[in-house]
Nanobody, 119 residues
Framework: QVQLVESGGGLVQAGGSLRLSCVAS????????MDWYRQAPGKQRELVAA???????NYAESAKGRFTVSRDNAKNTVYLQMNSLKPEDTAVYYC?????????????WGQGTQVTVSS
C-alpha cells in the first residue's frame, strides 16, 4: 500500500507565505509526476503546480510568479512554496502522485491540508 501525507497548511494573513510538503510512503519502487491541486468551497478541484521526476514544472496562471514547486526524489517528497498569498488562495490543497510499487502504478491522492488566507 502506498500513501501521500501532506503537511504545512494553516492560517496566514494576505501577503504571507506557507510551505506545503507531501511525502509518499509505502512499498514504493518509483514516484513519477507529483502535483499540487486545490479545491475551494463550491468550486472544482484545480491544478496548481506540477512537477515531473526529472524536475520539469508547470503552473496554473494564478500561481505563476508566487508559487514554486520542488521535489526531493531521494525523500519521495514534493514541496509547494507559496508566497504573496491572497484570500482567493484559500482552499484545501491536495497532493497527487503517480507511484509505482513492484506490481502496478497507482494514482494516489493525499488527504488534503487546509490553507486559509485572511484579508
Amino acid at each position: 500500500q502506498v500513501q501521500l501525507v501532506e503537511s504545512g497548511g494553516g492560517l496566514v494573513q494576505a501577503g504571507g507565505s506557507l510551505r506545503l510538503s507531501c511525502v509518499a510512503s509505502g512499498n514504493i519502487l518509483s514516484v513519477g509526476a507529483m502535483d499540487w491541486y486545490r479545491q475551494a468551497p463550491g468550486k472544482q478541484r484545480e491544478l496548481v503546480a506540477a512537477t515531473t521526476r526529472g524536475g520539469s514544472t508547470n503552473y496554473a496562471e494564478s500561481a505563476k510568479g508566487r508559487f514554486t514547486v520542488s521535489r526531493d526524489n531521494a525523500k519521495n517528497t514534493v514541496y509547494l512554496q507559496m508566497n504573496s498569498l491572497k484570500p482567493e488562495d484559500t482552499a484545501v490543497y491536495y497532493c497527487n502522485a503517480a507511484i509505482s510499487d513492484y506490481d502496478v502504478q497507482w494514482d494516489v491522492w493525499g488527504q488534503g491540508t487546509q490553507v486559509t488566507v485572511s484579508s
